[in-house]
């Protein structure tokens, strides 16, 4: 075990090394080069979008309404990502860290767009007559057979990947939360959870969409709600956050307090690989649930999709990252969630770490929720619709494993695997990338936009 854990941690370094930060901010760039800045110039549009997608139009197809399957994108992704791991980039990056994951969102915002018109363009029915999308069919339909190992390759490190970055990292969370908050035993919080789970994932997609519709939103708002009060608190310090943010993204951050100093390549590092883990642009689950929405246009669900990104990251993630610097608790030595944590309980004495724990509680649960949906399609693909049922049996058990055991080799391999599942999509990406900007230039040109 010592010797798989020592492999783990080298293979960690190698796939989050320089090579993946360019790939991940190198293709990204491309595509929001070669789309001519059309994902930031579209932002409004896309908000628009997102909101009249809430109805299913009658000539579209699909299973969920649009708003529905960026709901259920978005409940995968705003979870650990945007209060533990915003945290965690902090401390090991510094403020600089922030700076970087903005520019992977920024960028992202390209690539997921990107994603999500292949995943919908590329969608194939199975033989329940469900839609399924997302980079290992865009590989399959839309390149040669000699790639379709790549498909493969994705499917397995997707479907292996959740299990960490989608469930039991997600439950641990949870559990040592509600432990630390409320004095609840993990085992109770992870049978509950379980049940909640269970009776939600076994509807399939059309019920974690709704559940996601009816959660997200809420749980969206409240936060951002929440740390705009903090940040009103400290309104005199948020122009010196802006400082740090930008100065330590280009100048190392030296040892201060209980912060141990970084390097601008650990700013980078750690704000890149906690935006990849907060906002998935890059690693291609956002065009697994995209091809489930209803649309008659892959530029749509691609405009519509790729808000998510800026949601999760541009407007949570900074909230979370913006209170941390502010309250001046990122020179503590705290470290993860309790970070944050200390943030919103110093603004907020006796309330703020409350709220931070039922924000992660509903964050976490929602990931696990989209996540299933995510692992289960790529089964699916690898194997069939056979593999539904003991899929989402080892699902809701592992729910309750993460809960109760101690997951520092989770993490790691999660963060590992989110990586190997960024490779064959982010190259995917690359080879059809002519097909996006064709499709993009088609739907503009026939509206007249």
């Keep these: 075990m010592e010797l798989i854990h020592h492999y783990v941690v080298w293979l960690n370094g190698v796939v989050w090394g320089v090579p993946m930060l360019i790939l991940i901010l190198g293709t990204g760039l491309f595509l929001m080069v070669a789309l001519k800045g059309m994902p930031l110039l579209r932002i409004l549009m896309g908000f628009r979008l997102m909101w009249g997608g809430r109805i299913k139009g009658d000539e579209a197809t699909g299973d969920v309404s649009p708003f529905q399957a960026l709901m259920t994108c978005l409940s995968a992704t705003v979870g650990t990502g945007n209060i533990a791991g915003v945290a965690t980039a902090i401390f090991l990056g510094g403020p600089g860290a922030l700076f970087w994951m903005w520019c992977t969102a920024l960028v992202g915002m390209a690539t997921k767009y990107s994603e999500i018109v292949l995943a919908v363009h590329y969608r194939e029915k199975d033989e329940r007559g469900e839609y399924c999308g997302g980079p290992m069919y865009a590989i399959k339909n839309g390149l040669s057979k000699s790639w379709r190992w790549l498909g493969f390759v994705f499917a397995i490190f997707g479907g292996l990947a959740g299990f960490g970055i989608g469930n039991m990292v997600q439950s641990n969370s949870m559990a040592e939360v509600i432990e630390s908050s409320f004095h609840v035993e993990r085992w109770v919080t992870g049978l509950v959870a379980t049940i909640i789970v269970a009776l939600v994932i076994l509807g399939g997609i059309k019920r974690i969409a709704k559940v996601s519709a009816s959660l997200v939103p809420f749980m969206c708002v409240g936060y951002v709600v929440m740390s705009l009060i903090v940040l009103g608190i400290y309104i005199d310090r948020v122009p010196d956050a802006f400082v740090l943010i930008f100065t330590h993204a280009f100048t190392p951050a030296a040892v201060t307090g209980g912060f141990a100093g970084a390097a601008v390549m650990m700013a980078m590092q750690y704000g890149v690989a906690r935006g990849i883990f907060s906002n998935e642009a890059g690693l291609g689950t956002a065009g697994i649930a995209q091809a489930a929405g209803t649309t008659n246009s892959p530029v749509r669900s691609g405009l519509i999709g790729m808000i998510g990104t800026f949601i999760d990251t541009i407007i949570i993630c900074s909230m979370t990252g913006l209170a941390i610097i ?113 499709l993009t230039k088609d739907y503009f040109d026939k509206n007249n936009l």
């Design 326 to 438: 502010c309250s001046g608790v990122w020179t503590s030595g705290v470290k993860g969630a309790s970070l944050s944590t200390a943030a919103y309980e110093s603004a907020l004495p006796g309330v703020g770490g409350y709220l931070v724990a039922v924000a992660l509680i509903i964050f976490t649960f929602t990931t696990i929720l989209g996540w299933s949906y995510y692992g289960e399609k790529c089964w699916i693909y690898l194997a069939g619709r056979k593999t539904v049922l003991p899929f989402r049996i080892l699902w809701v058990l592992a729910v309750f494993g993460g809960a109760v055991f101690q997951l520092d080799f989770v993490w790691l391999l999660a963060d590992t695997l989110n990586a190997l599942m960024a490779i064959p999509n982010l190259v995917a990406l690359l080879l059809l990338s002519p097909v996006v900007l064709k």
